[in-house]
T-cell receptor
Framework: EDQVTQSPEALRLQEGESSSLNCSYT??????LFWYRQDPGKGPEFLFT???AGEEKEKERLKATLTKKESFLHITAPKPEDSATYLC??????????FGPGTRLSVLP | EAQVTQNPRYLITVTGKKLTVTCSQN?????MSWYRQDPGLGLRQIYY???????DKGDVPEGYKVSRKEKRNFPLILESPSPNQTSLYFC??????????????FGPGTRLTVT
């Protein structure tokens, strides 16, 4: 059974304090790994897709990396507006998606 | 504006009273999907549709029905809602479910309470 776990469950950072979020997965066949951002009361918003081990993608203060067993979302010099829940999801060679429970990030000014 | 819309946004109902949550997208997307989100469990896929008249079960389909008669619409039907279906529901769409892997766009969510 495909499974996605994320750690930590919650993370509190000071503005400018860099850190990483972890997404560990087991999947029968990985077609792609997605990162989403979700603000309270809203639907998830797409950030990145990673397809194969070794791949990296960047967007502003965020950088996503992928290995064969896990993905990291690195946040460099975060700002309060980066506060949100970050979701990781995998797509297998079937047609469905499996999401992790998310990491709730708070960035304090 | 490209978007996924859901209605209603909030719904309180009683056990056993049939309800439908509508979902519509204006991006000509082939793939549409329904999720429920519960604290500590994350998003779980209920049903998905690869295209018109093509639907399939996700991880938690029990107690739900869907139909895809038009490309833009993908309603979620609860024939006899129960309290364990109290949740936050999201509809999502993407350009295609096959070939190139496209990201999903999510609607704003429907908060359902079944008493």
């Amino acid at each position: 059974e495909d499974q996605v776990t994320q750690s930590p469950e919650a993370l509190r950072l000071q503005e400018g304090e860099s850190s990483s979020l972890n997404c560990s997965y087991t999947v029968s066949g990985l077609r792609g790994l997605f990162w989403y951002r979700q603000d309270p009361g809203k639907g998830p918003e797409f950030l990145f897709t990673l397809y194969s081990a070794g791949e990296e993608k960047e967007k502003e203060r965020l950088k996503a990396t992928l290995t064969k067993k896990e993905s990291f979302l690195h946040i460099t010099a975060p700002k309060p507006e980066d506060s949100a829940t970050y979701l990781c999801a995998v797509r297998n060679y079937g047609q469905n998606f499996v999401f992790g429970p998310g990491t709730r990030l708070s960035v304090l000014p | 504006e490209a978007q996924v819309t859901q209605n209603p946004r909030y719904l309180i109902t009683v056990t056993g009273k049939k309800l439908t949550v509508t979902c519509s997208q204006n991006m000509n997307h082939e793939y549409m999907s329904w999720y429920r989100q519960d604290p500590g469990l994350g998003l779980r896929q209920i049903y998905y549709s690869m295209n018109v008249e093509v639907t399939d079960k996700g991880d938690v389909p029990e107690g739900y029905k869907v139909s895809r008669k038009e490309k833009r619409n993908f309603p979620l039907i609860l024939e006899s809602p129960s309290p364990n279906q109290t949740s936050l529901y999201f509809c999502a769409s993407s350009l295609s479910g096959q070939g190139t892997l496209y990201e999903q766009y999510f609607g704003p969510g429907t908060r359902l309470t079944v008493t």
